[in-house]
């Protein structure tokens, strides 16, 4: 059998680890919000983490960093916690430990493994969760069920978001992905020299898009059309394969931004690419729809720049508040919404 899958836990909290025999790669799962632990897979002989996730129990219950969190029903922040939706004004709250409002709900609670299934070629394990109801999380009073769907195949592994308005009105929702990517150690000679506290500096980055989404000082993006600067105006941001490999290398740059109208392929597929030309380690971080957010981690309390968060975020922070996305956030009564992502690894040595 090519898959196999135990049962297994991270201090108080239980996860699931799935080994693909064939490939040597493994990924460790948390029922805790569904989120991704890490990811091992074969690099020069030996065994590879290529997910910064959280290490401990403590790490995971103060969900310090949102790594890995799959964020439902919003991505990132709502400016105040406020947002009006089908002309009613409704006030969200934090949930503890957190002291505003961030990166939606479902990271914080135990999801359900429903269906596990496999084959020669992948295993399919679905979780799901139906903690959004009306009076669980203040200011969220909509009926949704949320499932995750993780494809693994040992080098790709693909994620779905499905969520499903299962109450008698409309459901505002969003999600995304909040992972955290390694590719060595410690990075590179040249880059300790630049950048002690880090392990990014000498990566090469590779993003397709056309816009940067232009944000106040509280990273909520500016209001209207405010909010769309083309690429081309920002060139510090600018990470295009049009660009030198040298322009592309992240270097001491901080990063904390959004980027959309990504370029796509026929299959409305956009990816982003991050390489290590120290090891000819490559990580395709891809996506159906949506945008990517690239986050250098300066700011967390710990591991800065040890690692880089690149996520796919189905909508632009703040999308609550947009009405550009009015529409788009909306569920109706009995309908669904998907948004499809996942990593791709390429290891040459």
């Not at 309390?301 to 975020?313: D, G, M, N, Y």
Request: proline fraction near 4%; charged fraction near 25%.
């Amino acid at each position: 059998m090519r898959f196999e899958v135990n049962n297994s836990s991270l201090g108080q909290f239980k996860t699931l680890l799935i080994n693909d025999n064939e490939t040597r790669s493994k990924i460790e799962i948390a029922l805790r919000g569904a989120m991704l632990l890490s990811y091992y897979v074969k690099l020069d002989q030996n065994i590879f983490n290529i997910i910064d996730g959280f290490q401990s129990q403590d790490e995971l219950g103060s969900g310090t960093g949102a790594r890995c969190w799959i964020m439902a029903p919003f991505p990132n922040r709502i400016e105040n916690g406020i947002y009006k939706f089908l002309g009613k004004t409704y006030q969200l709250r934090p949930i503890a430990p957190r002291t505003q409002v961030i990166h939606g709900f479902t990271s914080n609670v135990d999801f359900k493994i429903i269906d596990t299934e496999s084959n020669d070629e992948e295993i399919i394990i679905t979780f799901y969760t139906n903690i959004l109801r009306p009076g669980v999380f203040e200011g969220y009073p909509f009926s949704v069920d949320v499932y995750i769907k993780y494809i693994f195949n040992g080098l790709k592994l693909n994620i779905e978001v499905i969520a499903k308005n299962v109450g008698n009105e409309p459901a505002p929702f969003g999600t995304g992905w909040h992972p955290y990517f390694r590719t060595s150690e410690k990075g590179s000679a040249h880059h300790v020299q630049l950048h002690e506290a880090g392990g990014i500096d000498h990566l090469i980055l590779t993003l397709n898009a056309n816009q940067l989404i232009l944000t106040d000082k509280n990273l909520i993006p500016l209001k209207d059309e405010k909010a769309y600067g083309k690429l081309n105006d920002y060139l510090d941001f600018d990470f295009r394969d049009t660009r030198t490999i040298e322009e592309r290398v992240i270097k001491n740059r901080i990063l904390d931004n959004c980027f959309a109208d990504l370029k796509v392929d026929e299959n409305g597929i956009s990816s982003t690419t991050l390489y290590d030309p120290t090891n000819d380690l490559q990580i395709k971080i891809f996506q159906k729809g949506g945008l990517t957010l690239v986050f250098s981690g300066d700011t967390l309390s710990e591991r800065q720049r040890k690692s880089i968060a690149i996520e796919p975020v189905q909508f632009m922070t703040n999308a609550f508040n947009r009405p550009e996305l009015e529409e788009k956030i909306r569920i109706n009564p009995g309908k669904e919404s998907k948004f499809e992502f996942g990593i791709e690894v390429y290891c040459n040595k």
